[in-house]
């Protein structure tokens, strides 16, 4: 039988999924209760959060899993030539006391965005000054990852994890047919732009068309390209395909923070699978997409 359940976690809608012969509640619940301690740890509206502490102390102990995601990120930072820095503080234009109250103002605050410059003693870390760390878009795909680990350890094996287009799928229906993604339309709201089938893989969708903004005359999006503190709205969809979710939601953040030309240099050097549709409406893809049925509709 297939249970559901979905729940608002991590400012987003987050749906398990699970097709078993036995009523898997604990742990669904197990899941959610996951992705919730995940969050009271790295919210930035929360004082009493660890994450919001190490930010006002720049000194502070932390969670085993807070120093994994803190070396994921240096990782990342390296990796993509320091385009993925979750030093760039979006609370500095938007959403700077809740994610629903859309209060945006453009300050001046000076950042310290050398990521590498942040030390980790066991578990203690240590910022610099002018360091401020904002993973509110780090770590939901860090608990995609964890949830994935999760269910597979209790020997799941058709199940899908869904918070809001960092996806998981690991199914087969009851037909033997593998599950079909969509990827929105940018260009026409409610409407899909193009299908695909995906087994046992992640699937990570970045946008700039949904959430951008202007102030003092200037357009901006929730992506900042660090290098330039500019916004990039040449790429308007991008969805790429990895085993984990955290690379392709990584790597999908920083593809819309460079150019296109930067971007396309960049996914040529990674064994991954991607599309990405431009403003102008053209499409790019990996010429191995036709093995996920993809299909424009």
């Known amino acids: ?55 006002k102390n720049k000194e502070y102990e932390v969670s085993n899993r807070f120093v994994k995601v803190l070396e994921l990120s240096k990782e990342l930072y390296n990796d993509t030539e320091k385009y993925f820095n979750p030093l760039i503080n979006i609370s500095n234009i938007w959403y700077s006391s809740d994610f629903w109250k859309w209060v945006f103002e453009k300050t001046d605050v000076v950042q310290n965005l050398e990521l590498d410059k942040i030390t980790i003693l066991w578990n203690f870390v240590c910022l610099k000054d002018g360091q401020k760390l904002d993973f509110g878009w780090v770590v939901k795909w860090y608990a ?24 998981y799928l690991s199914w087969n229906n009851k037909n033997g047919k593998t599950p079909v993604v969509a990827i929105d339309s940018p260009f026409n709201k409610d409407e899909i732009f193009a299908t695909l089938e995906l087994k046992d893989m992640s699937i990570s969708t970045s946008w700039t068309y949904k959430r951008k903004w202007n102030i ?30 955290y690379l ?28 990405i549709i431009w403003s102008d409406g053209k499409l790019y893809q990996t010429i191995w997409m036709s093995k996920y049925n993809f299909e424009i509709v």
């Open 1 to 55: 039988m297939q249970y559901t359940r979905e729940q608002y976690l991590m400012w987003t809608d987050v749906t398990v999924t699970i097709n078993a012969n036995v009523n898997p509640v604990d742990d669904i619940y197990n899941t959610f209760a996951l992705f919730y301690s995940l969050e009271k740890e790295f919210t930035r509206f929360s004082e009493k959060s660890d994450l919001s502490i190490l930010n």
């Open 144 to 167: 995609v990852d964890l949830a994935t680990e999760y269910l597979k350890s209790k020997w799941y094996t058709d199940f899908i994890i869904n918070a809001w287009w960092d996806i």
């Open 216 to 245: 003092e005359e200037k357009q901006y999006n929730h992506i900042l390209n660090p290098i330039s503190n500019t916004n990039n709205n040449e790429i308007i969809s991008i969805s790429i395909i990895h085993d984990k979710c």
């Open 248 to 275: 392709a939601d990584a790597y999908a953040t920083t593809c819309i923070a460079m150019w296109i030309e930067k971007s396309l240099q960049f996914l040529s050097e990674k064994n991954i699978d991607w599309v």
